[in-house]
């Protein structure tokens, strides 16, 4: 009977998220706007040196928008701000600015974000991290949009580069929570701050929404810039979306396993890591997209063919809907196979956070520690 009942529970949880799954991906579009107001570029970057001139070479590739290029240098050691200086000596549209001292309280790429958007001269603030490489006609598809839909803030993830096992399996779990559980068709209706919601990777916002919104210092001591400045655009009034940002940029976000149990656990407290939200994703996720799988195979030890009838469906479900997002977004059919596996690392990584959190361990990001909590 208890297998009977988990098998049933998996099955709903499966079929919420391939419902959401299907509904979100109908209406996360890419951006297909032309023109629009001129772009800023902004980059923040430290220590990029590897990174900074391909992003260079794809922001000023830009075709058919008026824009500039502006990278604040956030105390590099690699030479990174030399790299660019030598690169503005022959491109005007590309200014380079260095960055003060990190002041306390304020998170690292938050502080270098505020500093460069005071020196943006265009309507439109296009930020993009220096690890991220716009299509030609990003800028303009961005500005196009905003400027089509009456939007103040636009962002979405770029498609993400995962050439190991490890980003295969683990990146992707990004998309689970955004597609399987906002249900964008509401956040689009309704203007609540809830529902804001983007990619600190590639977010354009327009520049006097920013200004109105109190910018990156209005969360001076967050890490979660993807969800803060959404969600502070419409707390002012301001209109936010998200689209699909596949054919407009790329982007590698972790190349190894500990960079990827880092990135992820540095703004985990401020998304799934909290003693009231954890224990809701762990019973969406686990019992959604790890439970079915293990029921399956109960239901097959024991020879029960209910459980395993029920728990093939909710598989079929979830794997379904991951392959339909696979598809979309252009991730590694191993993203799929290995779903529940990936699942559970992004659970693994939250409840570290939480762990971590109470017992005050601290974030390490880029050279910096920060309180978590």
Not at 113 to 135: G, I, K, N
Request: net charge positive.
């Amino acid at each position: 009977m208890m297998l009977l009942i988990l098998s049933i529970i998996g099955l709903a949880l499966a079929a919420l998220f391939a419902a959401m799954c299907v509904v979100n991906l109908s209406v996360l579009r890419p951006p297909e706007g032309t023109g629009g107001d001129a772009v800023s570029i902004l980059i923040p970057a430290r220590d990029e040196a590897g990174n900074i001139g391909a992003a260079l070479d794809a922001a000023l590739g830009q075709r058919g928008v008026e824009l500039e290029v502006v990278v604040l240098d956030d105390g590099s050691t690699d030479g990174t701000d030399a790299i660019v200086a030598a690169r503005a000596e022959s491109d005007a549209r590309l200014r380079l600015v260095r960055g003060a001292a990190l002041p306390e309280g304020w998170i690292g790429k938050t502080h270098a974000c505020w500093q460069v958007s005071r020196h943006a001269r265009h309507p439109v603030m296009l930020f993009v991290d220096a690890d991220v490489r716009l299509a030609p006609d990003a800028a303009t598809r961005l500005s196009g949009e905003m400027t089509r839909r009456g939007l103040d803030l636009l962002s979405g993830f770029p498609g993400q580069r995962t050439p190991t096992w490890a980003e295969k399996i683990v990146i992707p779990q990004i998309f689970t929570t955004l597609l399987g559980y906002l249900p964008l068709p509401m956040a689009r209706a309704r203007p609540d701050p809830a529902f804001g919601a983007g990619c600190g990777q590639l977010m354009a916002v327009r520049r006097d929404a920013y200004t109105a919104a109190g910018g990156h210092a209005a969360f001076a001591g967050r890490m979660h810039d993807g969800l803060e400045l959404p969600r502070r655009v419409r707390g002012t009034g301001g209109r936010t979306d998200l689209c699909d940002a596949t054919p407009v940029a790329t982007c590698r976000m972790y190349a190894t396993p500990r960079q990827i149990w880092d990135g992820f656990s540095k703004n985990a407290t401020e998304g799934m890591a909290t003693k009231r939200a954890l224990p809701v994703w762990t019973i969406l996720l686990f019992g959604g997209h790890v439970l079915p799988f293990l029921t399956l195979i109960a239901g097959l030890v024991a020879g029960a063919a209910w459980p395993v009838a029920l728990s093939a469906l909710a598989c079929a479900m979830v794997l379904g809907a991951r392959m339909a997002m696979a598809v979309r977004l252009r991730q590694s059919w191993l993203s799929v196979a290995a779903h529940p596996l990936g699942v559970m690392v992004v659970l693994a990584i939250q409840f570290a956070a939480l762990w971590n959190a109470g017992r005050g361990r601290r974030a390490v990001w880029r050279g910096r520690d920060y309180g978590i909590g």
